[in-house]
């Protein structure tokens, strides 16, 4: 079972810097796309960035220049490094693995419980 598990929120300044972190019981056998999202109060949960399995990434407008998404397949991690944080950015941290389909492996998306990134003034 693949059970996403956030870390490396805080408090920080703005302008400051987190890097966080999502660690996953991957399948070796299986191809993996791994994203975070985020999501404040009374609002729908939103894209941030994706890497692809072949470590092609994209990202929201509106973290384009400032968050830099990577993976290590040997770790099974995924990372999140924001820089120049914005209060804007303040909200609780999804990391999302899709397992994509393959004679080996069945699709499916797996979601964490989220960490949460504050960001002050």
């Known amino acids: 079972q693949v059970q996403p598990v956030e870390s490396g929120g805080g408090s920080v300044q703005a302008g400051g810097s987190l890097r966080l972190s999502c660690a996953a019981s991957?399948?070796?056998?299986?191809?993996?796309?791994m994203s975070w999202y985020r999501q404040t109060p009374g609002k729908e949960r939103e894209f941030v960035s994706r890497?692809?399995?072949?470590?092609?990434?994209t990202y929201a407008d509106s973290v384009k220049g400032r968050f830099t998404i990577s993976r290590d397949n040997a770790k099974k991690m995924v990372y999140l490094q924001m820089n120049s944080l914005k209060p804007e950015d303040t909200a609780m941290y999804y990391c999302?693995?899709?397992?994509?389909?393959?004679?080996?492996?069945?699709?499916?998306?797996?979601w964490g419980q989220g960490t949460q990134v504050t960001v002050f003034s």
């Open positions: 890497i692809a399995p072949d470590d092609n990434t």
């Open positions: 991957l399948l070796t056998s299986c191809i993996y796309d």
């Open positions: 999302q693995v899709d397992r994509r389909y393959s004679i080996w492996c069945r699709a499916a998306s797996y």
